[in-house]
């Protein structure tokens, strides 16, 4: 049995650990928020999970990491660049396990639609949208808020980060601050493919939304939709020089297993507690989903320019 604690009791909080209540092979056994140290003197704990406002991140699972205690970390990994790689450093030398709460590329749905880009021909474009009616965080952006889920999947997808990263952000509620209320990304990978991400918490209606854009076909992961992945086959277009021709695709809504992320990320992470192997959404990925994040941020201070990676 994994012995387990939670800090943080907000709604993602609350999320895990209903789940947890009800995941075979598992027991959480503490839940904490202001007195989370006391965690650090229990000898029975197999993991901990840190579900608390992502500028807290790396505050407190440092000294879990220090401890070589395995700790799931929620998106972003953390609000700044310079504490991602202090986790970065700390896990290795200590020698920790840290799997980061990027909970789609957990998904079956998204799992399908990753199955269907490796057949959909050279990927073009990946265009992404996340946005809803708040939360207004107090401690980032909407682009810090939105952003770390697509640019995770982004990275699993491709398999390399992007050269160059160019972004917007406009702070229209509470202006003067870097609190953007909608924000765009721009990112150019190696092998040409780009990707044009929109976020956006001033938004009249819920999207979460991911196209994969390939030389053949078109995949769709929408997280909010009843169909979840959809495929435009043979969606093109075909170009011949500076001639493009538009195809007229078949659309089709494969199926996928019907089981909850959140369901398959935290049963992820007690298995490699017990067995000790790397994540899908590892410590490494975290700091470059961070990295691009910490660009993007310097990209809007200088008027949206390019930055290279």
């Known amino acids: 049995m994994v012995t387990l604690a ?35 003197t229990v000898r029975d704990l197999d993991g901990v999970l840190v579900a608390t406002p992502g500028s807290t991140h790396a505050e407190i699972a440092l000294p879990f990491i220090r401890r070589r205690i395995p700790t799931f970390i929620e998106k972003p990994l953390t609000t700044s660049l310079r504490d991602a790689l202090r986790l970065q450093t700390a896990a290795k030398k200590f020698g920790a396990l840290v799997f980061v709460g990027h909970v789609h590329l957990y998904s079956p749905a998204y799992w399908k639609a990753k199955d269907l880009a490796r057949r959909a021909g050279r990927i073009r474009l990946i265009t992404a949208e996340g946005m809803n009616n708040g939360p207004y965080r107090d401690d980032m952006s909407a682009l810090w808020d939105w952003a770390p889920h697509d640019l995770a999947m982004a990275l699993d997808l491709v398999g390399k980060p992007p050269s160059t990263v160019q972004a917007t952000g406009f702070s229209m509620l509470r202006p003067r601050t870097k609190l953007y209320d909608v924000a765009t990304l721009r990112l150019e990978f190696p ?24 030389t053949r076909h078109t995949v769709i992961y929408d997280d909010v939709a009843d169909r979840k992945v ?52 590892d410590l490494a990925q975290g700091v470059d989903v961070v990295r691009i994040l910490d660009a993007a941020e310097r990209s809007i201070d200088r008027g949206g320019i390019a930055m290279s990676l």
């Not at 089981?259 to 994540?279: D, G, Q, S, W, Y």
């Open 191 to 214: 092998g040409s493919t780009q990707f044009l991400g929109t976020y956006n918490w001033m938004a009249p209606e819920k999207r979460k939304r991911l196209v994969i854009h390939g």
């Open 6 to 40: 939670l800090i943080g009791a907000g709604r993602w909080g609350t999320n895990i650990r209903r789940t947890l209540e009800h995941l075979p092979g598992c027991q959480l056994k503490y839940v904490e928020t202001r007195q989370w140290k006391r965690l650090l």
């Open 230 to 281: 959809t495929l435009l086959n043979d969606f093109g277009p075909t170009v011949r020089g500076q001639t493009v021709q538009r195809h007229e695709p078949k659309i089709e809504h494969p199926s996928y297993r019907l089981i909850a992320p959140l369901t398959e990320e935290l049963r992820a992470f007690v298995r490699c507690i017990r067995t000790k192997k790397r994540p899908l959404s």
